[in-house]
């Protein structure tokens, strides 16, 4: 395969890291790698008539089952409006559920269906497929250093968001 060899034309940092071509080259980097990672799975999210803010909300309800919809909007960052929209089209698609909060009434808690677990399950495994052949290219430690890098990026709030994923529901 031609890319198999492709993290050997990737430059090392220099000691000089903070300079501002090395910051540049970071952000290209994040970019580009960014849309390339999320167009693995426009096709997939294609045949269900789905976008990526459909799979972002699925990925996120699946991680955390009985989430809010206030923390739902939280962690997307995105306005109530477009989460309001992408909660009904999911919802009449059968793929997720709204229901009362267990502690607060007023909150509505979402769960996936069935169907709505599939469709997750099966665009995540893209994305896992994808991240899996990029971790193996650059090994153990360039994955500590990507985590660290991509932290070290979030305020401090999200970093306690993103570190509660998976532990709840």
Do not use: C
């Not at 000691?15 to 970019?31: M, N, P, Q, T």
């Not at 045949?47 to 803010?53: D, K, S």
């Not at 009904?88 to 009434?105: F, S």
């Amino acid at each position: 395969m031609a890319d198999e060899n492709f993290l050997s034309q990737v430059p090392a940092a220099s000691a000089l890291f903070l300079r501002e071509a090395e910051v540049r080259r970071g952000i290209e980097y994040l970019f580009f790698g960014h849309g390339a990672l999320w167009r693995t799975i426009d096709a997939r999210l294609a045949e269900h008539a789905l976008g990526r803010a459909h799979y972002r909300a699925l990925y996120f309800i699946a991680r955390a089952p009985g989430i809010t919809i206030s923390d739902l909007l939280a962690l997307l960052g995105i306005t109530k409006q477009s989460l309001g929209r992408v909660i009904k089209e999911l919802e009449a698609r059968d793929y997720l559920t709204t229901r009362p909060g267990g502690r607060d009434r007023r909150q509505k808690e979402l769960r996936l269906t069935p169907g709505g677990r599939a469709v997750e399950a099966a665009v995540f495994q893209q994305l896992r497929d994808a991240m899996s052949r990029a971790y193996t290219h650059a090994g153990q430690q360039a994955v500590t250093g990507f985590w660290q890098v991509s932290e070290a990026l979030m305020p401090p709030r999200e970093r306690e968001r993103v570190g509660k994923l998976g532990r709840e529901g």
